[in-house]
């Protein structure tokens, strides 16, 4: 398998002939997922005591199974959080994997986790952290928010008086499902604060003030989001971090999504207070045009994340040593085996500059605007709420959740574009509504256009 033979310079060059046609496409095939069933009974057993060979594999991925997935870089998909991977980043991302670096450690790492550093400084730059701040990239938000609360958690429990209990974080309803998925795993309970609009420091006051005296002891942490999934929703991060400061609490941020804002001039001011957070989640393989998966965690004091998430070996020990001493990304945050995802990142950052990430951001703030707009002007359509980040939410007067369902897949079935459905609260009720997600640059006014005139 190992063996370099025709094979596989053959197999090399078909390879890399597609990956160039992928890379120079600005509008994919908007792939349909199908039933497994239908796919085994298209491409067949691939697993085989012999193998079925490099060239029958390819042509079973290239003319089959990928035509089963949608293409996350598609102008015209606005679902969920999409994303925009430079050309420069993916083509980095084909040599990282092809220069196979180990980058838990900077004995074996130490040129790749450099260009990471380069590009995490550039991060911590954009949160105004103070002197001392940085960070490692994980796999993304959930495993950056899981690293930044077991930080949190072990510091709290550095407390003899706490290294029994069970902790208690607070955030609110619109945070992102990571969150309450994260508590489960490090076994902590999770009070939320029953709004899906803006958290403020207010809002925490009361709801500190609403525990019992058992619950707040066991308080240790809230979460705060900067830049909702559902609504681009920024909370009162100024007024969230006075009451942690007051409270003696870890304050988290997490911005996977509306982190990459932070490079945009024209609503950097919203971001306020972030700069006082304890650790910051944020996600490059969303709008920082980065390939999945690519998050990071930064912490104010990175020596708190060490002293939680260091690990120990007996076959570990060299990497502590002092002629192999250097900065460890595995000491900071819960993976030990990783890959430099950080490099694709740098290798934009250094190609391109910040500048124009800058301006990239800001494309998907004005598309946001330009939909908002748009919807305006269509006497069957009406906002929900005004634009935030990139997120619009609107809605077709007279339509039923079922509605939305089957717009949704007619869409997507006849290849014009991929837009889901999600739900707002107003009151006590949620309602189904529809949602833009602007990431893409390469998204039109035209594109938003073909999207809502399919709903009139």
């Known amino acids: 398998m190992h063996n370099i033979d025709m094979d596989v310079v053959d197999m090399t060059l078909d390879v890399m002939k597609y990956a160039i046609n992928r890379i120079t496409q600005t509008s994919p095939e908007l792939g349909k997922p199908k039933k497994e069933e239908e796919l085994r009974k298209l491409v067949g057993e691939t697993i085989t005591d012999e193998g079925i060979g490099g060239e029958k594999a390819f042509r079973l991925f290239r003319d089959v199974l990928v035509k089963a997935t949608v293409p996350i870089d598609h102008p015209r998909h606005l679902a969920f959080v999409p994303a925009a991977p430079t050309r420069a980043a993916i083509m980095f991302d084909l040599i990282t994997s092809a220069s196979s670096i180990h980058g838990a450690y900077w004995m074996e790492g130490a040129g790749g986790i450099f260009c990471e550093n380069e590009a995490m400084r550039w991060l911590v730059s954009l949160t105004g952290l103070p002197e001392g701040a940085f960070g490692v990239f994980t796999s993304g938000g959930t495993a ?26 607070i955030t609110s309803v619109g945070a992102h499902s ?162 430099v995802r950080g490099l694709p990142l740098w290798f934009s950052l250094a190609l391109h500059g910040t500048k124009k990430y800058k301006e990239a951001v800001e494309r998907g703030i004005t598309l946001a605007r330009m939909a908002g707009e748009m919807i305006s002007s269509y006497p069957q359509l009406e906002l929900v709420r005004e634009p935030s980040l990139s997120c619009v939410l609107f809605r077709r007067k007279g339509w039923t959740p079922d509605d939305y369902t089957h717009w949704t897949y007619k869409n997507h079935r006849d290849g014009v574009a991929l837009v889901t459905p999600t739900k707002w609260k107003t009151g006590d009720l ?14 039109t006014e035209e594109d938003i256009k073909i999207i809502l005139d399919t709903m009139v």
């Open 144 to 169: 950056a928010n899981l690293s930044a609360m077991v930080t949190a958690r072990e510091h709290w429990r550095a407390s003899e008086k706490h290294t029994r209990d069970r902790g208690l974080m």
């Open 430 to 443: 949620y309602e189904t509504v529809a949602r833009f997600c602007f990431i893409n640059p390469d998204t």
């Open 178 to 339: 990571s969150i309450k998925a994260m508590a489960k795993v490090i076994d902590v309970d999770v009070y939320l604060v029953d709004s899906e609009d803006r958290l403020s420091g207010e809002s925490l006051k009361d709801a500190i003030a609403q525990l019992s005296a058992e619950q707040r002891s066991r308080l240790f942490a809230v979460v705060a989001t900067g830049g909702t999934t559902n609504a681009g929703i920024i909370d009162d991060l100024d007024g969230i971090a006075e009451v942690c400061r007051q409270e003696g609490l870890w304050f988290h941020v997490d911005a996977a999504y509306g982190g990459g804002a932070l490079a945009a001039d024209s609503v950097r001011h919203l971001f306020y207070g972030i700069e006082r957070a304890n650790s910051i989640t944020i996600d490059p393989h969303k709008w920082l045009f980065s390939p999945y998966d690519c998050g990071a965690v930064i912490y104010k004091n990175p020596e708190l994340a060490r002293k939680a998430h260091s690990q120990e070996g007996s076959y570990l020990d060299i990497f502590k040593d002092e002629g192999a001493q250097g900065f460890n990304p595995a000491d900071y945050q819960i993976q030990l085996t990783r890959r």
